[in-house]
């Protein structure tokens, strides 16, 4: 069934975004320790540094931005680009509002 009221559906799909968010870094941040060799401990590593007090802020903000960016690829693919050629449209003069002649074309 689609929804069919756009705020109720763009509330829907950023309480997904977010809860996907919180799901993987509550994962990351849990299970990185069951991650076997060279990888788990990588993953330790960023842990470490992204929760430290300026990088967990900062890194939300970055993660922030780079969902935002992601919404609008999604949104501007689906939609299409808005980006219209003005140079394209032909070349049209209103008439005078007083019925005179259109003053001479310089070209």
């Not at 019925?99 to 070209?107: L, M, Q, R, T």
């Amino acid at each position: 069934m689609p929804i069919k009221d756009e705020r109720v559906k763009q509330g829907l799909i950023a309480a997904t975004v977010l809860t996907t968010l919180t799901c993987g870094v509550v994962a990351l941040l849990l299970g990185w320790r069951l991650v076997p060799g060279l990888l788990g401990e990588w993953l330790g590593t960023i842990v470490g540094i992204l929760s430290t007090p300026f990088f967990l802020q900062a890194s939300f903000v970055v993660l922030g931005v780079l969902v935002i960016m992601v919404v609008n690829a999604v949104h501007r693919h689906r939609d299409g680009d808005e980006f219209v050629a003005l140079a394209d449209l032909p070349e049209r003069q209103a008439p005078p509002a007083n019925g005179a002649k259109p003053p001479p074309n310089h070209d």
